[in-house]
């Protein structure tokens, strides 16, 4: 293609859409839109070292740095699209419309706040640098009560390092268990373990029914009548992606913008990220339609895949996956491949390495249509991606669990 690639997001996504076509030489001219004043910067650490190490580490990504000067890339930074015009090939930025002849919209997600927080003092959610900055500031202030609402990946995380920084820790979770509707209760369980190990209060099977407080937040009062006392509050409540902007644009959005299988959303328009929806060949037996992730790798590879396709859409290229997460709680590293995809009926989950009662070590197995379609391994690193080799090779379910006996051995 020659003409101008528009980037929509500047983080994730959008770095290696730009760094993708780059590599492969495509030298027309480029602009990368960002809503953030930042360069692009990696957002795990943002609820791990960056909340409790002594020093505040630079998540920069190191690539950020080529993009003016090597990629000769014009960056819009601090400047939110605001709308999208597929049939005159436009983006609204600020008050100019910026025409593209290709873009990728890589606008990820944003925090839910928990209803009824509105403006109170001490309550907070996490998705951005600037987020982490003001709670990191927050729990250094005298020794604060720290409550989560939400034991997911972020409030899970937040927890942990509220621990590590020596706080009093609690998380109120309404489901049963942590991570219940990806993993499944009874590993959900285990992950409740190394919470309470590691001297956190967990509450779980109980929702939130209000925030006391006038001006600053004082307690969460729970459904059951409970009072829990606390003077910094993170809601952990999910993220839901940023697609408001592109109201009216003419694309299908259905909890992120529905793409084809080469991540085509509209001729010319290509998605990446924790916005797309699209369907992932390698689970289209056991999935109902297309899928969304909010994975760093995904977010990653989707990124350099949208912008291949978008310069050459003569030759686009499917993407597919097999799902990957990581997220680090206190010094544990839970390791999720595959579609957890748990609450379906006909998911058989089987610990083959170690124990999970006690919170791990150990390795769980997810099949269903007789094949393995996903593996969890806490504290066991190089179980991962075994497994997911075998989900890629669409493994049979007795064959992944002689592989698991195998290792066993
Ligand atoms: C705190 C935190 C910790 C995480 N930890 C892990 C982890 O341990 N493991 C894991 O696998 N994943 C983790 N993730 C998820 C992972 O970081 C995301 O999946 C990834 O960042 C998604 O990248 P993205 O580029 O699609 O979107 P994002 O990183 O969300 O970036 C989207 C960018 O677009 C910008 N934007 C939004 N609207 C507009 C607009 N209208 N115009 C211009 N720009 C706009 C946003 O400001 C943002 O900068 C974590 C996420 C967070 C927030």
């Known amino acids: 293609m020659t003409g101008t690639l528009v980037v929509v997001g500047a983080s994730l996504a959008g770095l290696r859409a730009?760094?993708?076509?780059?590599?492969?030489?495509?030298?027309?001219?480029?602009?990368?839109?960002?809503?953030?004043?930042?360069?692009?910067?990696?957002?795990?650490?943002?609820?791990?070292?960056?909340?409790?190490?002594?020093?505040?580490?630079?998540?920069?990504?190191?690539?950020?740095?080529?993009?003016?000067d090597e990629f000769g890339v014009t960056l819009h930074l601090g400047e939110p699209a605001t709308a999208l015009d597929v049939d005159e090939g436009t983006v609204v930025v600020g008050d100019r419309p910026m025409r593209y002849d290709a873009l990728v919209l890589a606008t990820g997600s944003y925090a839910r706040s928990f209803p009824g927080t509105g403006n109170l003092d001490?309550?907070?959610?996490?998705?951005t640098l600037d987020d982490a900055r003001a709670l990191r500031g927050a729990l250094r202030v005298g020794s604060p009560k720290l409550t989560v609402i939400g034991a997911g990946?972020?409030?899970?995380?937040?927890a942990s390092v509220g621990r590590e920084l020596?706080?009093?820790v609690t998380v109120v979770e309404r489901a049963p268990t942590p991570l219940a509707g990806a993993i499944g209760e009874r590993m959900g369980q285990a992950l409740t373990e190394i919470h309470r190990r590691n001297g956190t209060k967990v509450i779980t099977g109980v929702g939130v029914d209000g925030i006391v407080g006038d001006t600053r937040v004082r307690a969460v009062r729970l459904a059951d009548g409970r009072d829990v006392q606390t003077d910094v509050l993170v809601a952990g409540v999910g993220a839901a992606p940023c697609t408001e902007w592109l109201d009216g644009a003419g694309l299908t959005v259905e909890d992120g913008v529905v793409a084809d299988a080469t991540l085509a959303a509209a001729p010319g328009v290509y998605v990446a990220g924790d916005i797309a929806r699209w369907p992932n060949a390698l689970f289209d037996d056991v999935l109902d339609g297309p899928m969304r992730l909010q994975h760093w790798t995904s977010?990653?590879?989707?990124?350099?895949?949208?912008?291949?396709?978008?310069?050459?859409?003569?030759?686009?290229?499917?993407?597919?996956?097999?799902?990957?997460?990581?997220?680090?709680?206190?010094?544990?590293?839970?390791?999720?491949?595959?579609?957890?995809?748990?609450?379906r009926h006909d998911v058989e989950t089987s610990v083959v390495a170690g124990d999970h009662t006690g919170g791990g070590p150990f390795t769980a197995l997810y099949c269903a249509n007789d094949r393995i379609i996903g593996a969890l391994a806490v504290d066991m690193r190089a179980e991962a991606m075994k497994y997911r080799r075998l989900i890629a090779q669409n493994t049979g379910r007795t064959a992944a669990l002689e592989f698991a006996e195998s290792r066993r051995r």
């Open 299 to 343: 977010a990653a590879e989707q990124g350099a895949r949208a912008a291949r396709n978008a310069v050459a859409p003569s030759r686009a290229q499917p993407y597919q996956t097999i799902p990957y997460f990581w997220s680090d709680w206190y010094s544990s590293r839970i390791q999720f491949v595959g579609v957890p995809d748990s609450d």
């Open 153 to 158: 990946f972020i409030g899970s995380e937040v």
């Open 18 to 68: 730009v760094e993708a076509v780059r590599a492969d030489g495509w030298d027309g001219p480029i602009s990368l839109v960002g809503a953030e004043e930042h360069l692009p910067y990696d957002r795990p650490p943002l609820t791990k070292d960056y909340l409790c190490a002594d020093e505040c580490p630079d998540t920069t990504y190191r690539g950020s740095a080529r993009l003016a």
């Open 166 to 168: 020596g706080l009093d």
């Open 122 to 127: 001490g309550v907070f959610t996490i998705r």
